[in-house]
Every structure is written in structure tokens, then in C-alpha cells.
């Protein structure tokens, strides 16, 4: 497996760029592609209200369906993704696209990005990571909103007291999706949503 391969060498994230790679090649599919937006971000943006103006970043936009959809919504939107490959085929897919795509590491963001976002949307990407790097992770996502900013995060739901998987998706407990309500983050919102995966949905908004 890709992502237990990274793993054994050290480099945890190496194996997002090889899979979309692959993907490129017809080899495999990506298996969290979607050909529309998550139902839980459809259903808390247009909870936002009009756009006017706010900026919006997408955590690991993948091959962009939600960037899409928050683009056309009427947001100025940057989406990120580490592997090359991802951005480039989301570039050739929507070539009109509103949306700023970017090659950019969750894990080491450009300084400039640092509380620079109104919306910030982060769905199964923290979750792909060991369980390890989840500290760094979900700091990074919180260093994103800006002041008055709100924050969605998407994660499979893991029982409190059942163990981490072997491999990822690392899910998560009530206790670690709370834990993006640092940085002046304050939960406003959690709940569970079956699309079909049993996952939190957790809203936040920095004051």
C-alpha cells in the first residue's frame, strides 16, 4: 500500500503525489474524489450568507470539487493541495475556474497565509495523517482563519475508547475534532452526518 510505505520510510505525506500520480496514469483511482461538494459543506455555506468579499482557502482541494463550489459561490477562493499532480489535473479540468490553485504543505504553509482566510475548509485531510503529526496538523488548519473567520472541519467519527487503525483514515474521537478550538477558535457547532461514512461536522469561528 502507498500510504504504509511512506510510512515505513519516514515520509508520511510522499504517498499523496503518488497516488495522484498513478491516477494520472489511468493506473488507479483516487478513492476520495467526488464529482460534487461535500453535503456538509453545501449545507453550512449557504448558512454564510453572501460572500462580500471574504476570502476562502480549501485544505488539500484534491481534484476541487469543493473548491469549486465555494469559488462559484462568489468567494475569493485559494485551494491547496501537496501533490503537484492534483493541482495540475484540477487546473486542466476547470481552466476557467475563479479559484486560485496552489502546490502548498499543510504542514509547512506560506507565511503569508497566516490568518489571511474568512472561510476555511478542511474535510478528510487531517484524518489521512498519523496520528502523530495531528497536533501540527490541526494547528496549521486554526492558523489559517482569519479575525471573524469561520472554520468547517469534516473527519470520520472514531468512538471514544475504540483504537487508531493500522492505516489511514485515522479517525477521529470527540475529543481530538474539539481540538481546533485553539488560536481564539471557539466551537460553535458539532454534530454527526452519515453520507454515508459516520463523520463529525464541526463549525468554529474566531473571535
Known amino acids: 500500500m502507498?500510504?504504509?510505505?511512506?510510512?515505513?520510510?519516514?515520509?508520511?505525506?510522499?504517498?499523496?503525489?503518488?497516488?495522484?500520480?498513478?491516477?494520472?496514469?489511468g493506473e488507479t483511482t483516487v478513492p476520495w474524489n467526488r464529482p460534487a461538494a461535500a453535503p456538509q459543506l453545501?449545507?453550512?455555506?449557504?448558512?454564510?450568507?453572501?460572500?462580500?468579499?471574504?476570502?476562502?482557502?480549501?485544505?488539500?482541494?484534491?481534484?476541487?470539487?469543493d473548491a469549486e463550489f465555494v469559488g462559484a459561490a462568489g468567494f475569493a477562493t485559494t485551494a491547496f493541495d501537496i501533490a503537484p499532480t492534483a493541482v495540475a489535473t484540477v487546473r486542466r479540468r476547470f481552466p476557467d475556474s475563479p479559484v486560485d490553485y496552489r502546490v502548498a504543505d499543510l504542514l509547512a504553509l506560506p507565511d503569508e497565509w497566516a490568518g489571511a482566510f474568512d472561510v476555511v475548509v478542511e474535510i478528510i485531510n487531517v484524518q489521512a495523517l498519523p496520528v502523530s503529526l495531528r497536533p501540527t496538523a490541526t494547528a496549521a488548519v486554526a492558523?489559517?482563519?482569519?479575525?471573524?473567520?469561520?472554520?468547517?472541519?469534516?473527519?470520520?467519527?472514531?468512538?471514544?475508547?475504540?483504537?487508531?487503525?493500522?492505516?489511514?483514515?485515522?479517525?477521529?474521537?470527540?475529543?481530538?475534532?474539539?481540538?481546533?478550538?485553539?488560536?481564539g477558535l471557539e466551537l460553535v457547532s458539532l454534530k454527526q452526518t452519515s453520507t454515508p461514512t459516520l463523520r463529525w461536522q464541526a463549525e468554529y469561528r474566531l473571535t
Open 2 to 25: 502507498l500510504a504504509a510505505r511512506a510510512l515505513s520510510r519516514g515520509r508520511p505525506t510522499e504517498w499523496f503525489e503518488e497516488l495522484y500520480a498513478a491516477g494520472d496514469r
Open 42 to 65: 453545501t449545507e453550512w455555506l449557504a448558512g454564510l450568507g453572501a460572500p462580500d468579499g471574504r476570502r476562502a482557502v480549501v485544505v488539500g482541494c484534491g481534484l476541487g470539487a
Open 143 to 183: 492558523s489559517l482563519v482569519a479575525p471573524g473567520g469561520n472554520l468547517l472541519v469534516v473527519e470520520n467519527v472514531r468512538e471514544d475508547g475504540a483504537p487508531p487503525s493500522e492505516r489511514p483514515p485515522w479517525a477521529f474521537t470527540r475529543a481530538e475534532v474539539t481540538a481546533f478550538a485553539e488560536r
